[in-house]
């Protein structure tokens, strides 16, 4: 069974910093593509980042970019977030997303639990 496991939410001041991980395990890390979505309350699911296989590759939501890094070791299965100059506005549930293939070929998408970050003074 694919797993994704997210860590690393919190509350935070503006201005502060977060590092959110996102474990996975049961497949081949290394061949998903994979991304974070957020959720705010009451609103719909946005995309905010995503990252190539091989990690030379990415792209951000304009609302994150110069603050949000995305990364990932292949090693390790681990998917990562840094977030910098936090915002009232990034509170939200954070999920990671993969997109592979099963091994008979068929593409497969797989989303962690999320994990809840809340920027607030």
């Known amino acids: 069974e694919v797993q994704l496991v997210e860590s690393g939410g919190g509350s935070v001041q503006p201005g502060g910093s977060l590092r959110l991980s996102c474990a996975a395990s049961?497949?081949?890390?290394?061949?998903?593509?994979m991304s974070w979505v957020r959720q705010a309350p009451g609103k719909g699911l946005e995309w905010v980042s995503t990252?190539?296989?091989?990690?030379?590759?990415?792209a951000y939501a304009d609302s994150v970019k110069g603050r949000f890094t995305i990364s990932r070791d292949n090693a390790k299965s681990a998917l990562y977030l840094q977030m910098n100059d936090l915002r009232p506005e990034d509170t939200a549930v954070y999920y990671c997303?993969?997109?592979?293939?099963?091994?008979?070929?068929?593409?497969?998408?797989?989303w962690g639990q999320g994990t809840q970050v809340t920027v607030s003074s």
């Open positions: 997303n993969g997109i592979g293939r099963t091994p008979g070929g068929r593409q497969r998408e797989v």
């Open positions: 990252i190539s296989t091989n990690g030379g590759t990415t």
């Open positions: 049961g497949c081949t890390f290394s061949s998903y593509l």
